[in-house]
T-cell receptor, first 115, second 108 residues
Framework: EAGVAQSPRYKIIEKRQSVAFWCNPI?????LYWYQQILGQGPKLLIQ????????DSQLPKDRFSAERLKGVDSTLKIQPAKLEDSAVYLC?????????????FGPGTRLLVL | AQRVTQPEKLLSVFKGAPVELKCNYS??????LFWYVQYSRQRLQLLLR??SRESIKGFTADLNKGETSFHLKKPFAQEEDSAMYYC??????????FGKGTTLSVSS
């Protein structure tokens, strides 16, 4: 089966610009996650979707970050305007269900550099 | 607050030596504990979970609720084990909480 797909793989922007990332989860996976991984840290959840509804966005900086999963499949994560501290790898993951025992499968990530 | 602590940033061992990657957690309740691994130029992937009680690639991890630990062990390290290892916990219906990771370097 195809894995989680993400694009672009790399992005360099200047601060105050906007950027968008795209994720296509594994077919049939209801739950989708966006994580932010800053250099030297483990991944940190930004937002969790169950189908097209938001389950947890408590750690999403809502003044600049937004995410959607309109049809319950693909998802986009947007940053507007970007700050230097947003430089990180943005990981998308999906799982079949919300159950804690379900394996989360990760995409390759999008590496963002904000100058 | 839920937290996962991996005290070592880097662990260097020789091929054939035993390996123990430490993980401690703070959580009240019954979380599920995981080890994820990221090999060079590959994506993050699940290595093992405590509930499965299985050995994957020679690695095992035992949940010690008294010490709130979930250390990853392998009796004889191989060069192909060199990677970044993340310990993570998860409660029902939520996303993973990761530690900062430990880089394992196995040299011949």
């Amino acid at each position: 089966e195809a894995g989680v797909a993400q694009s672009p793989r790399y992005k360099i922007i200047e601060k105050r610009q906007s950027v968008a990332f795209w994720c296509n989860p594994i077919s049939g996976h209801a739950t989708l996650y966006w994580y932010q991984q800053i250099l030297g840290q483990g991944p940190k959840l930004l937002i969790q979707f169950q189908n097209n509804g938001v389950v947890d966005d408590s750690q999403l900086p809502k003044d600049r970050f937004s995410a959607e999963r309109l049809k319950g499949v693909d998802s986009t994560l947007k940053i507007q305007p970007a700050k230097l501290e947003d430089s990180a790898v943005y990981l998308c993951a999906s799982s079949l269900q919300e159950d804690q025992r379900e394996t989360q499968y990760f995409g390759p990530g999008t590496r963002l550099l904000v100058l | 607050a839920q937290r996962v602590t991996q005290p070592e940033k880097l662990l260097s061992v020789f091929k054939g030596a035993p390996v123990e990657l430490k993980c401690n957690y703070s959580y009240s309740g019954s979380p599920e504990l995981f080890w994820y691994v990221q090999y060079s130029r590959q994506r993050l992937q699940l290595l093992l979970r405590h509930i499965s009680r299985e050995s994957i690639k020679g690695f095992t991890a035992d949940l010690n609720k008294g010490e709130t630990s979930f250390h990853l062990k392998k009796p004889f390290a191989q060069e192909e084990d060199s990677a970044m290892y993340y310990c993570a916990l998860r409660q029902a219906g939520t996303a993973l909480i990761f530690g900062k990771g430990t880089t394992l370097s196995v040299s011949s």
